[in-house]
Nanobody, 127 residues
Framework: QVRLVESGGRSVQAGGSLRLSCIAS????????MGWFRQGPGKEPEGVAT????????DYTDSVKGRFTISQGNSKTTVYLDLNSLKPEDTAMYYC????????????????????RGQGTQVTVSS
């Protein structure tokens, strides 16, 4: 059974930094797409970043480029999201997600493409 568990969300002031962590379990392959998406109050889910565990290739939505970094831990089933220069508009529930569908390139994956996701971790940025 696939399981994703996030941690690290909290309240911070604008300009601050956070590290979110996600541990995936239950995958039999070491090559799959992991990502983070977020959903702010009253908003649609928004893809933030993706990383293909086989190559480490990462991609980002434009609004976070240069501020957020997705990376793998020593174990390919651990993924981090470093959030820097946080803005109030980054406030959202952040979800770790993963999929193994080889027909969907990881860099092009959007929230509906992810077959598995965690419970979410709340990030609140105050001005």
């Amino acid at each position: 059974q696939v399981r994703l568990v996030e941690s690290g969300g909290r309240s911070v002031q604008a300009g601050g930094s956070l590290r979110l962590s996600c541990i995936a379990s239950g995958y039999t392959s070491s090559n799959f797409c992991m990502g983070w998406f977020r959903q702010g109050p009253g908003k649609e889910p928004e893809g933030v970043a993706t990383l293909f565990t086989g190559t480490g290739y990462a991609d980002y939505t434009d609004s976070v480029k240069g501020r957020f970094t997705i990376s793998q831990g020593n174990s390919k089933t651990t993924v981090y999201l470093d959030l820097n220069s946080l803005k109030p508009e980054d406030t959202a529930m952040y979800y770790c997600a993963a999929h193994e569908d080889r027909d969907i390139p990881c860099y092009a994956a959007e929230p509906p493409h992810f077959s598995n996701r965690g419970q979410g971790t709340q990030v609140t940025v105050s001005s």
